[in-house]
């Protein structure tokens, strides 16, 4: 055998013994959400599907579906389970009883600060999402800055409520405000300052900073200047489109599907919320109303039975309330987070 001949020879049998992995196909990806560009989850997403795209090498492209353009913001579960979008944004809280553990993270009062809320409630979510969003491939959770009252009616304590025509972010202060003798108005948060002019509601749960970003400061002249609520968001991945993916891109996105991923995630929203705070303070013809400890205790007492319906639906699905509330309050103090 010549030396030309042996080295093919050795060739030939480096290629046999050490085969040359192939390269993954490309994949693009559809990601749908409801609120506007406009909003910072754009600049959010845009930020976590670049970290994705340079994870996989560049394999996992995602275009980005904001303002419902692919569905409607009550939909986007079933979206994602049917393929209508490879990812989405989901509210649990727009159908209610369909995700009740979940609606653990809508009640008032949880919450000091959004960033530190959302390690938090993401770490406790993430035992109960396989089962009860088992249609999808979950990936992450977190929350707003927490939300304050805005109306066109001065309103200090929950007596204030009764007779008021309220749109709610989701089941959990939809009953809120039916318990105090108000109206809910079902609607996303963008559409609150048209329902409000048009007097279909008097008023809207809802960030300092967004109030300003969708003009309902303009059309609601007092808010409470207290953390309140926080809507709580999921992002879930198609199950078969999840599936069908590589090895090395499961992993790209299972690193952007972290609890540290849902911290970077929620955090430009949860900075422009807190920003807008000292925007309407200082804003002319807004009425900021502090409350006393007194004020905000009345509040707490009159969210309560709104725990006690929660423990009830999660009861009937098989899962421990108090088991499961305990561990919410364990990961708030953990990550010093707890209202």
């Not at 990601?31 to 970290?51: C, D, I, K, N, T």
């Not at 996992?60 to 986007?76: C, I, N, R, S």
């Not at 609601?220 to 069908?244: E, L, Q, R």
């Not at 899962?319 to 010093?336: G, H, I």
Request: aromatic share 10%; hydrophobic share 45%; glycine share 6%.
């Amino acid at each position: 055998m010549n030396a030309r001949h042996f080295a093919a020879a050795a060739l030939l049998a480096l290629s046999v013994s050490s085969p040359v992995a192939a390269a993954d196909s490309s994949v693009t990806l559809r990601l749908s959400y409801f609120l506007p560009p406009s909003h910072p989850l754009q600049r959010s997403f845009q930020e976590w599907v670049a970290g994705i795209e340079k994870a996989s090498d560049g394999t996992l492209k995602t275009t980005v579906f904001p303002a419902e353009q692919l569905g409607k913001a009550f939909d986007h579960y079933d979206m994602a389970r049917d393929g209508i979008a490879d990812i989405a944004l989901v509210g649990p809280g727009y159908q209610p009883g369909r995700f009740p553990v979940a609606g653990a993270a809508d009640l008032p009062f949880l919450y000091n600060d959004g960033k530190k809320g959302t390690a938090a409630v993401d770490a406790w979510y993430r035992k109960y999402a396989p089962a009860e969003m088992k249609d999808v491939h979950f990936c992450l959770g977190f929350i707003q800055e927490p939300a304050t009252f805005f109306s066109r009616k001065k309103t200090v304590l929950p007596d204030d409520i009764k007779g008021q025509k309220v749109r709610s972010p989701g089941a959990v202060m939809a009953n809120l405000v039916t318990d105090l003798g108000g109206t809910n108005v079902s609607a996303p948060p963008q559409q609150s300052r048209e329902l409000i002019e048009r007097g279909v509601a008097d008023g809207t749960f809802v960030p300092q900073g967004s109030a300003v970003l969708f003009g309902i400061d303009k059309v609601a002249k007092y808010h409470i200047d207290a953390k309140m609520n926080a809507w709580f968001g999921t992002v879930v991945i198609n199950a078969s489109k999840y599936a069908a993916l590589s090895p090395s891109q499961k992993k790209a996105l299972d690193e952007n599907c972290s609890a540290e991923a849902a911290v970077r995630l929620a955090t430009p929203w949860a900075d422009f919320e807190v920003a807008g705070r000292e925007k309407l303070i200082k804003q002319p013809g807004q009425e900021t109303i502090a409350l006393t400890q007194a004020q905000i205790e009345a509040w707490r007492k009159a969210a309560l039975p709104l725990v006690a319906a929660w423990s009830a639906t999660v009861r009937k699905v098989g899962v421990d309330p108090d088991k499961a509330m305990q561990e919410l309050k364990d990961s708030l103090k953990s990550y010093e987070a707890a209202y």
